[in-house]
């Protein structure tokens, strides 16, 4: 059995009296592909950015390699190892794609403000290998041939992936996927697919929680599938365990499984 990478514990996120996280609860294990959906104002966002450290949770824990992170600020997460994407996407549009990248990387850096101006060696050999590290993190999203365009003239996919490629150059444990394929055509998001596929046998200790609503995309990558509605957890499983529950047919999609079988069939 892999270990728990992540624990989740009873979280909970109140907005002036409105309950947008309920008291949920996950674990998620190391090297695994992990799900998290459900309808608009579910709460996934919300729980991605507690994750991370962009908010803090109002009750509950975070738990991260066995110690508690539920306080520590989002700089300090994505050094320790936790990278995530946003819905809006948030590139360096003035740019270079590769310069994107590195600057991503750089959060990780141990040298001072000293060395850096004194041009001294820990400065040289950390730039050295952001740059390599980075080219690297362009390579496994396929598009190292735009390192040296500026970022907002790639076409709108190609954006994504250089967005989830800055989160690669941290080299995370923890990579948070939140919609990724919006805005992408179902070509866009069937390739989106094959990039994940691809992260996961070039990173197979990583483990990743993508937050979308393609359920093509969710079923063909998920290992493990979350889903709330109203704030709340209303079930966990497999994709197959997902796919037969009545209650998410109920409140996710309003239909019937023959309705998640179309979905997930490109129909």
Not at 157 to 173: S, T, V
Not at 186 to 200: A, F, G, T, Y
């Amino acid at each position: 059995m892999s270990e728990v990478l992540l624990r989740v514990q009873e979280l909970t996120q109140q907005f002036k009296g409105v309950l947008a996280v309920d008291h949920i609860n996950m674990d998620l294990e190391t090297g695994k592909i992990y799900g998290l959906i459900g309808t608009n104002g579910a709460g996934k966002s919300t729980v991605i950015n507690m994750i991370s450290g962009n908010l803090f949770p109002t009750e509950g824990q975070i738990l991260y390699e066995d110690k508690p992170i539920t306080h520590v600020p989002a700089a300090q997460r994505a050094r320790a190892g936790i990278a995530r994407t946003f819905q809006n996407l948030r590139l360096f549009e003035d740019q270079t794609v590769l310069d994107n990248v590195i600057t991503a990387s750089q959060i990780t850096r141990t040298y001072t403000l000293f060395e850096m101006l004194t041009y001294m060696p820990r400065y040289r050999r950390e730039e050295k290998e952001f740059a390599a590290r980075s080219l690297q993190a362009l390579q496994t999203m396929g598009i190292e041939q735009y390192a040296s365009y500026q970022a907002d003239s790639l076409a709108y996919a190609f954006q994504r992936r250089l967005e989830i490629a800055r989160c690669l150059a941290i080299r995370p444990k923890l990579l948070l996927l939140d919609e990724p394929a919006a805005g992408m055509n179902p070509q866009e998001s069937l390739q989106l697919v094959e990039d994940i596929r691809k992260i996961h046998q070039v990173h197979p200790e990583m483990t990743i929680l993508l937050i979308e609503h393609d359920m093509k995309v969710v079923m063909n990558l998920c290992e493990y599938i979350y889903v709330m509605a109203s704030g709340r957890m209303i079930a966990e499983g497999t994709p197959r365990q997902i796919y037969e529950s009545e209650e998410v047919i109920s409140v996710y999609l309003g239909g019937s499984a023959h309705r998640i079988g179309k979905q997930t069939a490109g129909e």
